[in-house]
């Protein structure tokens, strides 16, 4: 133990050199473990956007799909079909 | 050959409390480990505080480095392991700089980690440790002093000596890390920014490669706590954590916010909370006697004594506090004076005061150097 009597400004330079060059060391490995982060969640970024894509449009789809099933329990086929062939386009609320 | 033991103090601001924090390194017993103390302060602001700081531990034969940039609280802990590491020490204490250490800090938590070489990590007790505190009413009123400190936890290892509890996490306000363990479990994550919940990561990573993450209640360490990281701007207002850091932990440790719940249903830190009382208490009384007062009221000045007093008009049970630490014994229908002489072994009234340890010499010049901090 280094106590108050032994301690001088050479030995408060000497830790702050060996601090200075772990911290340096310590900031380039924390730069590298940053950096590859980055890249790693970039490409989970790309692959989460294309899937968010993809589930939307089936989303969408099953909007429809379920949209004009409940017309034609709701309707009945002649009412539907009558209004469909006449291409009113307009849909009961 | 002893051990060699790193202390190392994160500090950022603070200059009312830093300087009581390290004069109370300064007396931590090196009977048992050899000491370094390391203060690693990450580029405080405060006008005046780094340079009071350089000097103060340049004086004290403390090591002292500022970082040139803020770096945040897992970074800068990091460099402590490093430094730990690359400096041979066995052991490395990470440690908050709002706190009073007590002498045993060293042999206590040492002596604990050299029991089971699976240990990864024991925190001290506290007043203020999370889910793991001893409560204390009014603690910085009550305990924020070098003395107070030591006779507690010297108490407290006459109560426990080397028992140990295993916890779901860690807190780092003063845990010591078996060095070795650190090339097993690795540094602090950066991911958690300025701080905050890296070491509940760091802990639960280390009990996933087999190592215990503990408590030793045999060590009391005063902590002021979560108010200086508002001012700092670590958490926001009204918070006491960052719900971000928490997110991560959730993610990454889906099982532990169970674990922690089953942990506080069965809390044996309560168990131990009820013996750490008694035998406060008791050795306090011991120390500075008893008084059994009308009527509940606080210590008055220079009162060390335990105070009792009787609970409810049919007076079934006495309350029994101590510098803020409070406990209910019940009177079963026997006499009051009877039943606490009995339970402190000695009758009511004032014994002989102890006349405090002589500072060894750094402690000493800190006292010279910070009169208003003694």
Redesign the interface.
Known sequence: VTGPAEWSPSDQERVENEMESLSLEQALIDFEVANRRVVDLTNRLVEALEENRVLKRELELMRVRRYVAVRLRNLGPVRWLARWALGTGQHEK | MKPRLLLVMTAYNGKDFVPRSIGSSTRVD?TEC???I?VLDDCSPEPGFSETIRAL?????V???R?PRNLGIP?NV??GL??AL?GGYTYVVISNSDVIYPANLASGLAGVAASDPRIGSVMAWSNNVSVYSLPCVAPDEYLADQATVDWISGSLTAEFGAEVVDTPSGISFCILIPTAALPKVG?MD??FGRGYCEEVDWSLRSQDRGLRTTVAPSVFVYHMGAGTNVGAGLVAAGHVTVPAHEKIIDMRYPRFRADLKEFRAHNPIHDMGDRAVARLVRDAAAEWGWVLAPAPRGPLAGDNAVLCSLVGSKARSAAIAWRGFRMELQLNGESPSAVLTDFFGRPQGAAPVAQPPTPP??AA?FDTIYPEHV
């Open positions: 090196d050899d000491v370094d390391l531990c340049g004086s004290l034969g090591q002292y480095y970082s970074r990091n460099l490093l430094r690359a540094l950066p991911v010499l750094r010049q």
